[in-house]
């Protein structure tokens, strides 16, 4: 079937500019998660939807970066006044939560964000 | 900060057995060894995870000792299709999965 997909693949802009980027998780599954990645570095966590539950934004860097996920399904990340320290590759994943743990997260190809 | 220790590098020749160490000496019993792996410029690929007993797929085998203190990840007939960015995870599965520095592993012809 279908894996995650995320819109769009690629983004310039200007400092000082919002941006969206969108995810759309794999049909089904109940848990939403957002990293980012920096060129050459690990996956850093940044925000997690669990059905109807308030999401768990412990990970967003700033009060800059917010994050909604409609009817259980789509997510987007909106970044405000985007600063170059933002560009990275932005993943989203989404995975099933089954019960007793043990739950599987399938990423997507990642949204390349570049800040001019 | 990431629960798990693995070589930075490792190199494999074609056709050969790549065996992936990874230490995770404060695992807890609820939590499971996952392993993804990161092609460059794609996003993580799930490979497998387990808890206490041996695993294997069509991509790999995990080997979990007894104390669960380490693992390996094995990918018995590595090819250069192969070559990518190794991470070995301890988590109950969901918003704790913590991605560390991973193992750069290069199949070479």
């Known amino acids: 079937g279908a894996g995650v997909s995320q819109s769009p693949s690629n983004k310039v802009t200007e400092k000082g500019k919002d941006v969206e980027l969108r995810c759309d998780p794999i049909s089904g599954h109940t848990a939403l998660y957002w990293y980012r990645q920096s060129l050459g570095q690990g996956l850093e966590f940044l925000i997690y939807f669990q059905g109807n539950s308030a999401p768990d934004k412990s990970g967003l860097p700033s009060d800059r970066f917010s994050a909604e996920r409609t009817g259980g399904s789509v997510s987007t990340l909106t970044i405000q006044r985007t600063q170059q320290e933002d560009s990275a590759v932005y993943l989203c994943?989404?995975?099933?939560?089954?019960?007793?743990?043990?739950?599987?997260?399938?990423f997507g190809p990642g949204t390349r964000l570049t800040v001019l | 900060d990431a629960k798990t220790t693995q070589p930075p590098s490792m190199d494999c020749a074609e056709g050969r057995a790549a065996n992936l160490p990874c230490n995770h000496s404060?695992?807890?019993?609820?939590?499971?060894v996952y392993w993804y792996r990161q092609i460059h410029s794609q996003g993580p690929q799930y490979i497998i995870h387990g808890l206490k007993n041996n695993e294997t797929n069509e991509m790999a085998s995990l080997i979990i000792t007894e104390d669960r203190k380490s693992s390996t990840l094995i990918l018995p007939h590595a090819t250069l299709r192969d070559t990518a960015v190794y991470y070995c995870?301890?988590?109950?599965?969901?918003?704790?999965?913590?991605f560390g520095a991973g193992t750069r592993l290069t199949v070479k012809p």
């Open positions: 995870i301890v988590s109950m599965g969901n918003n704790d999965m913590r």
């Open positions: 404060t695992i807890s019993g609820n939590e499971y």
């Open positions: 994943a989404s995975s099933l939560l089954p019960a007793g743990g043990g739950d599987t997260q399938y």
